[in-house]
């Protein structure tokens, strides 16, 4: 069952506004929106994970963070390959 909706009044720069709706498609601005907020609450959410894990066990190291895109990487080539066989 679908969240229930709430209006809200908002204020943002006009040049933001109208490619926001230009970009929104057959949605609509208010979805479209509503998932750039989304978004940025899941960054949020995972900034504070790190914060709390580097407090815990220090900063992570450039190598580290580049290991782990290597990694994603790799991953996301996997996952674009066609399956043997498949034509």
Known sequence: ???PT???SITMPRDIAEAARAR?????????VSAAVARQIER?????LIAVA???HG???DEEIQAKRDIL???????HQPAPGAA
Do not use: T
């Open 6 to 8: 709430q209006k809200y």
């Open 59 to 61: 900063p992570i190291s």
């Open 44 to 48: 949020d959410n995972l900034a504070e």
């Open 54 to 56: 580097e407090a815990e």
């Open 24 to 32: 929104s498609g057959p949605s609509g601005l208010s979805a479209y």
């Open 73 to 79: 990487l790799r991953e996301r080539e996997h996952q």
């Open 1 to 3: 069952m679908p969240e």
